[in-house]
């Protein structure tokens, strides 16, 4: 098989990526599972920017406030006066953003799989896995959405993610929850190295965690989790695990191979989140792509590079300081930096101008309020400032 495009992975990034070029390409999308969506690894926790108004029926609820939870029982509740974050179904937002690109006229390959990649000097090869065999394909360009496994990072010879968390979530019915609140608890006798979750999904909540730097299996912390009293009464509908990959390298393109979302670790360090990084990546990787293939004849894939970094990059290398400076508090110094935040200052800071996509955007303005945060780690929080 031929194609001008071949992108790997049918997840949001992927997909985006492929609408984008199928109008003026021939693009191949390859997806190994045979429907777009499943199995779902996500907590579904989106702001607005990050859900095109064509996939707005994915929309469960709105999220105005959320309870931050130290390990030694303070609660920071933080209450904004407009939606901060939307609750969506990831399944239905997978399938509405792949069926946008093969209605934009990507050729989808559902049920296969990429077994193996070369780059060479005018494109890539590579070979598929299809339910009647092996099969080979040309292409131009690949781009490479193929999650925190990637077959075509390491065939683009990049680097791997600084840090690779590991995350659990299940499914909960039959818990009260406010339906316009997340509930965050941190700790490392609860989550070390990231933190728990639960979150409103219309009927049911979804409780998860990620860890980093333990060896203990994150369903030891999920089952812990579970034995408190909110939670006594609910009923498991489902369970999903995986893993993110935060901390990408300076670059995620090499002459004919481009990463976008997880593949290219694009994951924010501090939620570690990627479907707003993973659209805004797709979109500028398609440009690069574009204009590569175009009858002028791009150079390389290298404008790629500059453009994430410009849009999103510096937001990802300062949020990754940052989460240095948690990963070197204990539970006792982690309790009193939340109650730090507890000014009222600080809070209505937070409050009026808080962003899951650009959390780190806020640090200098925090620290100038709570100059006390600096005892925690004054190295790495002067570069912030």
Known sequence: MRTDVLVVGGGPAGSSAAARMAKDRKVSILEEHSTPGHPVQCAGLVTPRGIPDFASSSVICEVT????????????????????ARVIDRAVFDRLLFNRA????????????????AEMSNGVSGRIRTSSGLADVHAKVVVGADGYRSLCRRAAGLPPP??????I???????????????????NETAPGFFAWSIPAGDIVRLGLCTWGTDVPPAVYLKKLLGRAEFSKAKKVSISSGKIPIGPGKSAASERIALVGDAACHAKPLS??????????????????SELLSPEQGVSLKGYDSAWREAFGKELARAFRIRKV???????KLDKALRMFDDPEVRALLEERGDIDYPASLSSSVLKLTPKLAQFSPQIIESLL
């Open 102 to 117: 093969v209605d934009a006229g990507a050729t989808p390959l559902l049920g296969e799989r990429l077994v193996a990649l």
């Open 162 to 167: 600084k840090h690779m968390l590991t995350g």
């Open 169 to 187: 979530q299940v499914d909960l019915k039959h818990v009260d929850h406010d339906c316009g609140t997340v509930d965050l608890y941190f700790g």
């Open 272 to 289: 570690g989140g990627g479907i707003f990084t993973g659209l805004k990546g797709a979109e500028l990787c398609a440009a690069a792509v």
């Open 326 to 332: 948690f990963l070197a508090l204990n539970d006792k």
């Open 65 to 84: 406030g959320a309870r931050i939870h130290s390990p030694l029982g303070f609660i920071l509740d933080l209450r904004a006066k407009s939606t901060r």
